[in-house]
């Protein structure tokens, strides 16, 4: 089975690595202005940084040679690939699509299958959407060996003052850290900390509530690979889930492909 992977949301390396060993054979159409970190293996990405009309150029290319076309966040390019037969896979993964689903459904319609990351992104979905766990490194993103201060980490995504006031209901110091650490140097970062505090807005200012039967955003859910507490708006979480491992995320995804591929 072969599939290309349209545009990079942070998760495809993990997806695609996993994916090879069950023997799918996976490309991807991607950006290095959205790689900065160098985490895509260049063996499966086809960098075409520039014009729309390059990008969409690539992706026609590209699907000629792919029995699934999984495209992530930018819905506008699915109707036209699936006037041409392509069985394609549509993944949202925030605020592409929160609160949004009535304005894109003339691009959603046109795709077989329709997943979102996060649970509470299926408020006003379609009946078929559905929930595919975002896949953590659990092979970068483990509990270190060195001693940890007795505080709260917490990333500014927008909220430290909600960050500020769970820190201090638990009687922890707050230490605040800006966005743009590298991504391979996060979890030394994160072991040198007890708990990280796991609340954020969205690009549209919006602050995000994590139902019950979610576990939080995806810096959240690495901070709980490393074994810290994670403090949330709906409680404390402990322990990273285990449908998160990328073998299991990638185990779900290779069905979804054999589905629309058989």
Known sequence: MRVLHVWDQGINYL?????????????MVASTQFDPF?????????????????LLWAINKESLRADVIHVHSIDKVVPQLAAFGNRVVLHYHGTDIRDRWGEREKYWRHANR????????????PSRAEF?????????????DAPRVEAALHFNYGAVD?????????????VVREKGVPYHELPAVMNGYTHY?????????????????????MIGLQALACGLTALTLGGDRVGL?????????????????????E
């Not at 293996?41 to 086809?46: A, E, G, H």
């Open 15 to 27: 997806l695609m690595r996993e994916l090879e060993k069950m023997g799918v054979s996976c490309r």
């Open 38 to 54: 160098g985490m895509i293996d260049p063996k499966w990405k086809r960098d075409y940084s520039g014009s729309k009309l390059r």
């Open 114 to 125: 329709i997943l979102v990351s996060t649970r509470n992104l299926l408020e006003g979905a």
């Open 132 to 144: 595919l766990p975002n896949p953590i490194d659990v092979d970068l993103f483990k509990p270190g």
């Open 162 to 174: 909600h960050a500020e006031k769970l820190a201090k209901d638990h009687g922890l110091r707050l």
């Open 197 to 217: 505090v796991d609340v954020k807005r969205d690009s549209s200012l919006r602050l995000l509530i994590w139902r019950p039967d979610d576990t939080g955003s």
């Open 241 to 261: 889930p285990p449908m998160h491992h990328p073998h299991l995320v990638a185990k779900k995804l290779h069905l979804i492909y054999r589905e629309l591929v």
